[in-house]
Structures are given as C-alpha cells and as structure tokens.
C-alpha cells in the first residue's frame, strides 16, 4: 500500500551555480550519479528527486544516500544506503521532468503488506 508521496520542482540555474562549488556534487550525488549527469538538468532532476523522496519518506536523509540511476528502459531506479530505511518492506517509485528553466520530480513510497497465509 502506499504509504508516502512527495513533490519537488528547482530551477535549473540555481543548481548550475550551486555546481561551481566542487563540494556541491560530493554532498550531493553518489559516484554512479555524478557518472550519469551530463547537465546542470539532471543534476536538478537528481535535487528534486531527493526532495521529493525525504518530503514522501518523512525523515531526514543525507542526499548523497539516495541514489537515482536509470535502468536500461531509462526509468529512474532510487537505492537508499541509509541503515535504518527498511529497504525489505518499502519500495519507493521516483519520476523525473526537466525542461530548460526547471526541473521536477515526484516520489511515491509503497510498503509491502504482510500475506497471511490461507
Ligand atoms: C521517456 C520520455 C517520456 C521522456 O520524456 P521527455 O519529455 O523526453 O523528458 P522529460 O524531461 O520529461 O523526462 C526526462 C526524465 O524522464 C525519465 N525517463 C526517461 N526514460 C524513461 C522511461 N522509459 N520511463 C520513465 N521515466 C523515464 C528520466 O528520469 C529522465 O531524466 P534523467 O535522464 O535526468 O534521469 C520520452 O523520451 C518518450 O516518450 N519517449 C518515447 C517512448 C520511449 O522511448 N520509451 C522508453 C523506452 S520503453
């Protein structure tokens, strides 16, 4: 069942100038991430996206613990290394939007149910 939603949306520019500190992407992106963001629009999709999970989680996280890489079909696939994020029961389903000025993200979190057996 769902059991979280979240929201975010971030000018391009402001993540373009935050970039020109090279201590924003360490804080900001896992290694696979900053791999993957060939623009200042994905590295703003990769911000919302992390907004958007903490806001559908709520409780905080370091956001280079979240990680948002794509799978081959190009879907967002979100990975928490945080110890205490229950990994085995919550699954959470992440999308990305970027245009030229902003870029957006939603995060839903689902929690498996427990089957009783018949
Ligand atoms: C996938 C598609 C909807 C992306 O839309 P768009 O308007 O070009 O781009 P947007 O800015 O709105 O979204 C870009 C984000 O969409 C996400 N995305 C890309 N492919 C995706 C997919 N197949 N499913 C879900 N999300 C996808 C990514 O997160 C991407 O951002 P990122 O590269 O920074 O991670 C569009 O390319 C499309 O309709 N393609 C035709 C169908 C297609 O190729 N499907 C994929 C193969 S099955």
Redesign the pocket.
């Known amino acids: 069942m769902v059991v979280g939603v979240g929201i975010d949306i971030v000018e391009v520019s402001r993540i373009a100038k935050a970039m020109e500190n090279p201590r924003f992407s360490r804080k900001v992106l896992t290694e696979r991430e900053e791999a ?2 060939d623009s200042p ?2 590295v703003a ?2 911000w919302a996206a992390k907004e958007a999970i903490i806001k559908a989680i709520g409780f905080p996280l370091r956001l280079n613990q979240i990680q ?1 890489v ?1 799978n081959p ?4 696939i979100v990975t928490i290394t945080d110890p205490n994020f229950d990994g085995k029961r919550l699954k959470i389903f992440v ?5 030229r000025t902003h ?1 957006a993200a939603v995060a839903v979190i689902e929690r498996s149910v427990l089957q009783v057996p018949m």
Do not use: D, K
């Not at 079909?73 to 967002?76: C, D, F, S, T």
């Not at 999308?95 to 245009?99: K, V």
């Open positions: 993957y963001c629009a994905r999709g990769r948002v794509n079909l190009g879907q967002p999308s990305i939007t970027h245009e870029a």
